[in-house]
Antibody
Framework: QIQLVQSGAVVRKPGASVKVSCKTSGYSFTAYGVNWVRQVPGQGLEWLGRVNPYNGYTVYAQKFQDRLTVTSDTSTSTASMELRSLGPDDTAVYYC??????????????WGQGTLVIVSS | SYALTQPPSVSVAPGQMAKITCGGDNIGSKSVHWYQQKPGQAPVLVVYDDSDRPSGISDRFSGSNSGNTATLIITRVEVGDEADYYCQVWEINSDHPVFGGGTQLTVL
């Protein structure tokens, strides 16, 4: 079965960076994109960016364009997300999610368990 | 960018039907997907392409989409259906998902 297993919770100080990994299994890693979505406590889902592991192509939400990097490692079927210059409002649960493709649309059919990132001095 | 509007909350009695709406400009021309998120858990896809169900999702979940409103329909609601529900479309121009604000379903 398809699994996405994320790295564990972390605490960072303001101004620092965080890297979250997402190890996938149960499907062809290079055939489907991996998206990153976050959820601030008590709020909704916010898309951050995505990577196509087949060619490394990335797309970022404009809000995070300058401080987010999403990568993929085909040798380990792992996607990663690094967010820099953290502020307290980056405290959130970060999810990776596998995309599936339709006609002129895509959806997120499998999700990681989430990684809590706390930004606090 | 494209905006999706959901009611913050919907309440329903056990055994009844719940309808959760997702509004957007001419959303009927797009495909809408729905996720269920229980407290402390990751979202789970329950409906895709307006009305299709992933394997393992109960047939009590269905969807419709027309005009400016898409609807998630849950029949014979159970206490275990209590969760937040999010609609999503794919923004073709900027090539990324757009989520609604979420609806909290309460089973009274």
């Amino acid at each position: 079965q398809i699994q996405l297993v994320q790295s564990g919770a972390v605490v960072r100080k303001p101004g620092a960076s965080v890297k979250v990994s997402c190890k996938t299994s149960g499907y062809s890693f290079t055939a489907y994109g991996v998206n990153w979505v976050r959820q601030v406590p008590g709020q909704g889902l916010e898309w951050l960016g995505r990577v196509n592991p087949y060619n490394g192509y990335t797309v970022y939400a404009q809000k995070f364009q300058d401080r987010l990097t999403v990568t993929s490692d085909t040798s380990t079927s792992t996607a990663s997300m690094e967010l820099r210059s953290l502020g307290p409002d980056d405290t959130a649960v970060y999810y990776c999610a596998k995309v599936d493709y339709g006609d002129y649309t895509n959806w997120l059919d499998s999700w990681g368990q989430g990684t809590l990132v706390i930004v606090s001095s | 960018s494209y905006a999706l509007t959901q009611p913050p909350s919907v309440s329903v009695a056990p055994g009844q039907m719940a309808k959760i709406t997702c509004g957007g400009d001419n959303i009927g021309s797009k495909s809408v997907h729905w996720y269920q998120q229980k407290p402390g858990q990751a979202p789970v896809l329950v409906v895709y392409d307006d009305s299709d169900r992933p394997s393992g999702i109960s047939d009590r979940f269905s969807g419709s989409n027309s005009g400016n409103t898409a609807t998630l329909i849950i029949t014979r609601v159970e206490v275990g259906d209590e969760a937040d529900y999010y609609c999503q479309v794919w923004e073709i121009n900027s090539d990324h998902p757009v989520f609604g604000g979420g609806t909290q379903l309460t089973v009274l």
